[in-house]
């Protein structure tokens, strides 16, 4: 079936370091993949997505590229602000199917100042 | 006003209480959705409607119960609900097209507790 992982626990850093959040996907054929982020109390809102390998996706200082060997699209960024403290997730639609998003189970970042 | 909204924001109920939730997107889209995100869960889809027809019901219990009216509105009417359907209950939207990949807009949530 199709499936995300992201890296187990909450993920805390000091402003201004440098972020990396892990996200692998198993797919039965060729996805789009997302990343969404969820603010305290809110719901949740498209970061950044890809369709297609190599592709690379940006918004608001946040990068993934989609690696189709690896079979990954990791999230970076590379100064971190305490408005970056959030929840993140991993997410897929695969092509040609029932248009449906198979979600990670997200990622808690704590920026502290 | 833009995007998907959803009202009520917040929603105390008692187990034998009825009541409603309310979706509306202002997008021009042709699918919603309905998810339920659960603490340290997955966020799981319980119904999906394209065309205002219900594609998609994900083994969800008969005391949630959908209802699409038209294209821009989606309810979930509750009844005799337990606490552990206490979640943060979202809508979506998107442009349900056969073999694309069209992104799902989010709306803020119901954050609903059951007593």
């Known amino acids: 079936g199709n499936s995300v992982t992201q890296m187990e626990g909450p993920v805390t850093l000091s402003e201004e370091a440098f972020l990396t959040i892990n996200c692998t996907y198993t797919?039965?054929?060729?996805?789009?993949l997302f990343w969404y982020v969820q603010y305290p109390g809110e719901g949740l809102q498209l970061l950044l997505k890809a369709t297609k390998a190599d592709d690379k996706g940006s918004n608001k200082g946040f990068e993934a590229t989609y690696r189709k060997e690896t079979t990954s699209f990791h999230l970076e960024k590379g100064s971190v602000q305490v408005s970056d403290s959030a929840v993140y997730f991993c997410?897929?639609?695969?092509?040609?199917?029932?248009?449906?998003?198979?979600f990670g189970k997200g990622n808690q970042v704590v920026v502290i100042p | 006003e833009t995007g998907v909204t959803q009202t009520p924001r917040h929603l105390v109920m008692g187990m034998t209480n009825k009541k409603s939730l309310k979706c509306e997107q202002h997008l021009g889209h042709n699918a919603m959705y309905w998810y339920k995100q659960s603490a340290k869960k997955p966020l799981e889809l319980m119904f999906v409607y394209s065309l205002e027809e219900r594609v998609e019901n994900n083994s969800v219990p008969s005391r949630f119960s959908p209802e699409c009216p038209n294209s821009s509105h989606l309810f979930l009417h509750l009844h005799t609900l337990q606490p552990e359907d206490s979640a943060l209950y979202l809508c979506?939207?998107?442009?349900?097209?056969?073999?694309?990949?069209?992104?799902?807009?989010f709306g803020p949530g119901t954050r609903l507790l059951v007593l």
């Open positions: 797919a039965t054929g060729y996805p789009s």
């Open positions: 997410a897929l639609i695969l092509r040609g199917g029932n248009n449906r998003l198979a």
């Open positions: 979506a939207s998107s442009q349900d097209l056969p073999g694309s990949t069209e992104t799902q807009y």
